[in-house]
């Protein structure tokens, strides 16, 4: 009987343990249209389960005095982000030294892809006169700013890396202006 209790111990633990590795309580969670940040991620506060899935999904993660990260799972209009579908990413500089955005399949891979292609940043981007910029994630090429979303039927999350930030970026990162994702009606 006691073998038999430890035996359930160890599996609910390791089973509540990957639970929370793979689908973590990112709270408090911050939202800017489609975009979702934690504060934490990157700092000392963050928790053991946070720390796991940052090794596990961000590789290479930076501390948060260095980079904010931004994470999009679906459109402005709420629905899941899919490589069958054509989207549309527009928007204007980001405050910070550096930034760039980054398309990952449900793996939280890059997606192989016969152009080699897996970001923008702001220093590659194709710009409309005004020095904004829109980028199109589709499995068709497109002419300017194309990120081919693979072949395969799959979700997708988008990365937006933000490296020294600017205060403003820190102190209302639910405010700062975010590119928007919208789903390009067929």
């Known amino acids: ?66 980079t904010i990260y931004y994470r999009a799972t ?5 629905q899941p982000i899919r490589a069958d579908r054509d989207y549309v990413i527009s928007g204007v500089d980001i405050p910070g030294r550096w930034w760039a955005i ?6 939280h891979h890059l ?10 940043n702001m220093g590659n981007l194709e710009r409309e006169a005004d020095g904004s910029f829109r980028i199109a994630l589709s499995r068709t090429e497109k002419a300017r700013n194309w990120l081919p979303s693979g072949m395969k039927d799959q979700t997708l999350s988008f990365s937006l890396k933000i490296y020294n930030p600017s205060p403003e970026v820190y102190e ?15």
Do not use: C
Not at 74 to 78: R, S
Not at 102 to 107: E, H, L, S
């Open 1 to 66: 009987m006691i073998a038999l209790a430890i035996l359930l111990g160890i599996v609910l633990g390791v089973a509540s343990a990957a639970f929370v590795v793979f689908f973590p309580p990112f709270r408090p969670v911050i939202r800017n249209g489609a975009w979702m940040t934690n504060l934490k991620v990157g700092s000392r506060d963050a928790g053991m389960y946070l720390r796991a899935f940052i090794a596990l999904t961000g590789l290479f993660a930076l501390n948060k005095h260095e």
């Open 172 to 186: 209302r990162p639910d405010r700062i202006a975010l590119p928007r994702i919208t789903a390009v009606q067929p």
């Open 74 to 78: 679906t459109d402005d209009g709420g």
């Open 102 to 107: 980054i398309v990952y399949g449900r793996d």
């Open 111 to 120: 997606i192989a892809n016969p152009a080699g292609r897996y970001s923008f």
